[in-house]
Nanobody, 115 residues
């Protein structure tokens, strides 16, 4: 079983930056593909970024060039650095992984971007 705990959300002005963290339990973190998703009020949850075991990354077009996903295997933590934030980035941000066929989610951390 994997437990995920996100942190780092908050209120930021248009154009500002935030760094989200997601700490994972257990000793298997280095073998997990990790992802960030977000869900705005009244909208479906959408994928934001992935980071794979080898460190390669992929991003949704809406955040490409502004967000950076990274991982620290020694700390079992995945990060999402968010720059040039826009009001449309306002959402509850979740980290996610799939292990042995089961999808695990954290509780989410709220990001609000004011205009």
């Amino acid at each position: 079983q994997v437990q995920l705990v996100e942190s780092g959300g908050g209120l930021v002005q248009y154009g500002g930056s935030l760094r989200l963290s997601c700490a994972a339990s257990g000793s298997i973190f280095s073998r997990l593909t990790m992802g960030w998703y977000r869900q705005a009020l009244g909208k479906k949850r959408e994928w934001v970024a992935n980071i794979f075991v080898g460190g390669s990354t992929t991003y949704a077009d809406s955040v490409k060039g502004r967000f950076t996903i990274s991982r620290d295997n020694a700390k079992s933590t995945v990060y999402l650095q968010m720059n040039s934030l826009k009001p449309e980035d306002t959402a509850l941000y979740y980290c996610n992984t799939v292990y042995l066929g089961t999808s695990y989610w954290g509780q989410g951390t709220q990001v609000t971007v004011s205009s």
